[in-house]
């Protein structure tokens, strides 16, 4: 099912000067798209409310995205014998 009903783009220009019918364009028949360098949907509320998926706050998002695995690149000046905090022993061999 495509969201979108028409495959018409507004201008700018066009937004501004028309933006009661884009209003009521997006309420009878879908989405409005406008910008065609820069694009924005126009959509009913009640419509963004039960279709838009749920937001994580950006410190959740980060921890979920973040880089896992034991591949990870440690870069460390080898001729240092400064310890390196929050590392054990075992991992520190393998790097040494």
């Given at each position: 099912?495509?969201?979108?009903?028409?495959?018409?783009?507004?201008?700018?220009?066009e937004?501004?000067?028309?933006?009661?019918?884009?209003?009521?364009?997006?309420?009878?028949?879908g989405?409005?798209?406008?910008?065609?360098?820069?694009?924005?949907?126009?959509?009913?509320?009640?419509?963004?409310?039960?279709?838009?998926?749920a937001?994580?706050?950006?410190?959740?998002?980060?921890?979920?995205?973040?880089?896992?695995?034991?591949?990870?690149?440690?870069?460390?000046?080898?001729?240092?014998?400064?310890?390196?905090?929050?590392?054990?022993?075992?991992?520190?061999?393998?790097?040494?």
């Open positions: 099912m495509a969201i979108f009903k028409s495959d018409r783009v507004w201008t700018v220009a937004a501004k000067a028309r933006l009661s019918e884009i209003f009521r364009l997006a309420e009878e028949e989405p409005q798209r406008i910008g065609v360098r820069k694009s924005f949907v126009v959509v009913p509320e009640r419509l963004w409310r039960t279709q838009a998926p937001r994580k706050p950006l410190g959740q998002w980060l921890i979920d995205n973040m880089p896992r695995g034991s591949n990870l690149e440690i870069p460390r000046d080898r001729k240092s014998r400064r310890e390196i905090p929050f590392i054990d022993e075992e991992t520190e061999r393998k790097f040494v």
